[in-house]
């Protein structure tokens, strides 16, 4: 059994509070396996910004690489009160509970806590290969956070930004386009679904997403655009689907 198959189906991962669609695993686990196998790109770091249980942070560990680090940025329990759109409460205590007993390697992971406006002050790496965005949901949050991801990820690397087409927060979407209208940029869309919006490096863009079509045939749907750039849509065939695989 692979091991996102296997995370899926563990009654322990299924009880983790998040709001992490399941069909997502797949389409990580089908850019990480064209990433590592076929890219054969250095994986550099792993990140998640507002990683508050460690629903989705499972998901990005466990198609991390061993010994690579994987990085929890939030506000955890201490800094709530900067949690401006209450955009979910992280908590540390249960963060660290969850991902000692279920991650395939705890002790590569790393808990920080801060307001994502001050993240290029902490002591992140500022580079990786895979980064998910889902701390706070204001335009100002997505503007910074995009902004930095844009500026860190690696060639070819993953950018996973949560609920773009959530009419709860508008603000996602809101900054997304304008951001998309600069052209001082080195990523671009290539996948929408699962409430997700998933980006990579504008060199890689077309490979990526042909590499993930091909993995994922049964999630495909129309080809779009978004304001301009050629996205897929992504949808759910059904919530046992197919992982194809990974290896530690
Ligand atoms: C919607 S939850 C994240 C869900 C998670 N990714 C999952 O897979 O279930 C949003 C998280 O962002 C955190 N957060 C809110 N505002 C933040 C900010 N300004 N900087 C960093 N984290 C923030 C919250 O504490 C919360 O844990």
Redesign the pocket.
Known sequence: MTRLLALNELDSFKQVN???HSSVPCAVDAWADYYINELKENFSSTL??????G???LVLEAVTPLPIECYA????EDL?S??IDS????SKVNFIENVSSIAKGPDRLIPIH????SIRHSQLPHRYSLL?I???HTRE?TCFDLQYANDTISPGGLIIL?DFTNPHWLGVMEDTLDFLDNSNRRIKPILAGYNKLFFTTISQASTTLKAIDSRIPQHLNRLSTLKGHVVRCAFSPGHSAICSRLSD
């Open positions: 998040g709001w992490m998640e910004i507002g990683a508050h249980h629903k989705l942070f940025y939030d506000l955890f709530q900067l949690n955009s979910g409460k992280g801060g307001d994502s406006f998910s889902d701390g706070s949050h949560d």
